[in-house]
């Protein structure tokens, strides 16, 4: 996500003619967007993505359930 801000940014500069990076070739200015793909090619290649999106899902499902029992006032059970 990062890498596809700073490449934004730096477009915005390239394009706008702004500082250094107006004498920048167009290669280093773009980089950014390779790097974003290639982290994001990882990221599935690897499960990292489904990985933390499963965690999420799990976390959520522990606090609804925890929120519920609170509700009901039996609060929730301490771990063994």
Known sequence: MYALLLGILLILLKY???????NWSWWWVLSP????????AWADATGYTKRK?????DQRR???INKQ???MGMGPRRPR
């Open 16 to 22: 706008l003619e702004i500082g250094p990076v107006a």
């Open 33 to 40: 967007f390779a790097v974003a793909a290639a982290w994001w």
């Open 53 to 57: 999106a499963m965690e999420k899902m």
């Open 62 to 64: 522990k606090d609804r």
């Open 69 to 71: 029992k609170e509700s």
